[in-house]
């Protein structure tokens, strides 16, 4: 089965440094991975995916990914972060059913 | 411009009394899910239809049922909510086929509360 894991429940960081949040991944055969983020009590939103090419994935509000097959990673990252992008942030990876598995999600904090 | 919605925004049933929460796309998607999340968890899968056909997660409870109509409706019934069933319920879409195509379209979902 495909799954995802991410380590960190919380990131805190302060508004213009570098915002990181980890995911690594396990499955079998080409792995389809997303990032998803929520805000408060608010549905999921796509912020970008890895189906294949290039191991650098951009996405929406300026943050990018990278895939890393030898460290079975696609960690999430953003030059800058703003106070605007703390929320709950989502790893998942798709089955062959179409079907998305979540990771237990890492809140971001970003304050000013 | 919302391609998949969801009504009510907030739903409040009393202890066994069943509800249903809807799902609607503009989208013209293949594949409806519903997922349950508690409390900032991660979304939990808990069926899903291709087309007409509907494909049960193995550890659903029977207490949870789904219909889906035609192509743009998709409605989540629970027969007789307990305590444990209060979270959000979100629906989301997609239309597997194509790199481009991969990926779900999420609902704001249903917050469900039981008194």
């Known amino acids: 089965a495909q799954s995802v894991a991410q380590p960190e429940d919380q990131v805190n960081v302060a508004e213009g440094n570098p915002l990181t949040v980890k995911c690594t991944y396990s499955?079998?055969?080409?792995?389809?991975l997303f990032w998803y983020v929520q805000y408060p009590n608010r549905g999921l939103q796509f912020l970008l995916k890895?189906?294949?090419?290039?191991?650098l994935v951009k996405g929406s509000y300026g943050f990018e990914a990278e895939f890393n097959k030898s460290q079975t990673s696609f960690h999430l990252k953003k030059p800058s972060a703003l106070v605007s992008d703390s929320a709950l942030y989502f790893c998942?990876?798709?089955?062959?059913?179409?079907?998305?598995?979540f990771g237990a999600g890492t809140t971001v904090t970003v304050r000013a | 411009d919302a391609m998949v919605i969801q009504n009510p925004r907030y739903q409040v049933t009393q202890f066994g009394k069943p509800v249903t929460l809807s799902c609607s796309q503009t989208?013209?998607?293949?594949?409806m899910y519903w997922y349950q999340q508690k409390s900032s968890q991660a979304p939990k899968l808990l069926f899903h239809?291709?087309?007409?056909?509907?494909?049960n997660e193995a550890d659903t409870p029977d207490n949870f049922q789904s219909r889906r109509p035609n192509t743009s409706f998709c409605f989540l019934d629970i027969r007789s909510p307990g305590l444990g069933d209060a979270a959000m319920y979100l629906c989301?879409?997609?239309?597997?086929?194509?790199?481009?195509?991969?990926?779900?379209?999420f609902g704001s979902g249903t917050q469900l509360s039981v008194l």
């Open positions: 239809y291709y087309d007409k056909d509907f494909n």
């Open positions: 499955v079998s055969g080409n792995p389809y």
């Open positions: 998942a990876v798709r089955d062959d059913d179409y079907k998305l598995s």
């Open positions: 890895y189906i294949t090419g290039d191991n």
């Open positions: 989301a879409t997609s239309s597997p086929g194509g790199v481009a195509n991969e990926k779900l379209f």
């Open positions: 989208l013209n998607h293949n594949v």
